[in-house]
């Protein structure tokens, strides 16, 4: 039974995986017909706590509507031993980048790329310990108390 989850989630990558393949191509198809100015693209990814280079972190970029809303496709880079990746030939006009890296916050904000040359830094966060809004609250308290026994 768990050898049968473990290949179907395998699939399900993969079926993913094939997807995004696609709608990258669909992207790459769309930058084919821009004729507005472009801009190359920096990345360098650090942690926060110390400055030094995020290997292998996920870089992925989207393009956003002037709605705000994010558009189809996107592409994902790579970064290096010393934290940096890059692509050129980006389009004018806001873009989503997302930052991805094991044992860190997701990073997510939105850039409005506007220059022939762009050099983004981006400090990834250890996780924050999670909390329960009814911890230490007051009000909630009453909710923790065991039920008060009826006298005998």
């Known amino acids: 039974m768990e050898a049968m989850k473990k290949s179907v989630s395998i699939v399900g990558a993969l079926l993913i995986l094939l997807g995004l393949g696609l709608v990258g191509s669909a ?27 995020v290997r292998n ?32 030939g980006i389009p004018y006009g806001p873009l989503r980048v997302q930052v991805l890296a094991p044992g860190f916050q997701t990073f997510g904000e939105d850039y409005e790329i506007g220059k022939p ?16 809004l009814y911890e230490g609250d007051p009000a909630k308290a009453d909710d923790k108390k065991p039920p008060a026994q009826k006298p005998q």
């Open 57 to 88: 972190a996920a870089v992925v970029l989207h393009p956003v509507k002037k709605n705000g809303k994010q558009e189809m496709g996107g592409m994902e880079l790579k970064t290096d031993n010393d934290g940096k990746t890059n692509i050129d």
């Open 117 to 132: 040359e762009l050099e983004i830094t981006v400090k990834l966060k250890r996780p924050r310990g999670q909390y329960s």
């Open 27 to 53: 992207a790459a198809q769309d930058l084919d017909d821009y004729n507005g100015p472009m801009s190359n693209l920096r990345f360098v990814v650090v942690k926060d706590a110390n400055g030094k280079p």
